[in-house]
């Protein structure tokens, strides 16, 4: 009889004892961050582009061919040789090309100001002929795993088209461009413009380059 008194006096006793032991680790718990948010915050951050560009920096030998009449069904291609140098404006935030080309059917002679947007982390780029001496509607993008998409919509022939231009397979010393037109809405897309540089490699070629990185950590003719 004693011990079952005795028992049932310990039992709230030692309950009573392991809650004001166990109660500031219960509170560390709850209090405790869920770090897995913000894991997944950062990983979702988009990524700075803004020296996505610095392995163009210099002066390029360029091989380019241009499909006349493009979303007419036409496959008549010209062909053009020339040079491209692209310089740093803004110390690297954006980056200016120069495109000197000639062929069989006459030349192109452009430029390309590429500005990065620190908010939007993306790329647009402003292309304009010296034929037309004005900007082009800018195509807007971004690098991801080195390879660059850029898009917009414009009027070919009285009609809405997208375009789309990409930059790829960028090495040390070259590197691939491709311009397509939509007229579906991007379910299908004609190739129009392609062009491959390679790197002069001289001292002043060095220079224009300041050191700048190899290729784009996420990466106009």
Same mark, same amino acid.
């Given at each position: 009889?004693? /011990?079952?008194?005795?028992?049932?006096?310990?039992?709230?006793? $030692?309950?009573g004892?392991?809650?004001?032991?166990?109660?500031?680790?219960?509170?560390?718990?709850?209090?405790?961050?869920?770090?897995?948010?913000?894991?997944?915050?950062?990983?979702?951050s988009p990524?700075? %582009?803004?020296?996505?560009?610095?392995?163009?920096?210099?002066? *390029?030998k360029?091989?380019?061919?241009?499909?006349?009449?493009?979303?007419t069904?036409?496959?008549?291609?010209?062909?053009?040789?020339?040079?491209?140098? !692209?310089?740093?404006?803004?110390? %690297?935030?954006?980056?200016?090309?120069?495109?000197?080309?000639?062929?069989? =059917?006459?030349?192109?002679?452009?430029?390309?100001?590429? $500005?990065?947007?620190?908010?939007?982390?993306?790329?647009?780029?402003?292309?304009?002929?010296?034929?037309g001496?004005?900007?082009?509607?800018?195509?807007?993008?971004?690098?991801?795993? %080195?390879? %660059?998409?850029?898009?917009?919509?414009?009027?070919?022939?009285?009609?809405?088209?997208?375009?789309?231009?990409?930059?790829?397979?960028?090495?040390?010393?070259?590197?691939?461009?491709?311009?397509?037109?939509?007229?579906?809405?991007? /379910?299908? *897309?004609?190739?129009?413009?392609?062009?491959?540089?390679?790197r !002069?490699?001289?001292?002043?070629? /060095?220079?224009?380059?300041?050191?700048? =990185?190899?290729?784009?950590?996420?990466?106009?003719?």
């Open positions: 009889m004693k /011990k079952t008194i005795l028992l049932k006096t310990a039992f709230p006793l $030692l309950a004892i392991l809650a004001v032991v166990l109660l500031p680790y219960s509170a560390i718990a709850q209090q405790k961050p869920d770090t897995s948010k913000n894991t997944s915050q950062i990983s979702n990524r700075d %582009g803004q020296r996505d560009f610095d392995f163009e920096i210099g002066t *390029w360029t091989s380019l061919k241009r499909l006349l009449n493009p979303l069904g036409s496959t008549k291609w010209v062909e053009y040789e020339g040079t491209t140098v !692209v310089r740093k404006v803004w110390n %690297g935030n954006a980056n200016l090309v120069e495109l000197d080309v000639s062929g069989s =059917a006459g030349s192109i002679k452009a430029l390309s100001l590429r $500005l990065y947007n620190p908010e939007s982390h993306q790329w647009s780029l402003n292309f304009a002929n010296a034929g001496g004005v900007m082009a509607a800018p195509t807007i993008g971004e690098f991801k795993n %080195g390879r %660059g998409e850029f898009f917009d919509q414009e009027t070919l022939n009285g009609r809405a088209i997208l375009v789309r231009f990409v930059i790829s397979d960028i090495t040390k010393n070259s590197c691939h461009f491709e311009q397509a037109f939509s007229d579906d809405g991007g /379910k299908t *897309w004609e190739v129009n413009w392609i062009a491959t540089d390679t !002069v490699k001289d001292e002043s070629d /060095k220079n224009a380059r300041n050191s700048a =990185a190899i290729t784009p950590t996420g990466n106009d003719d």
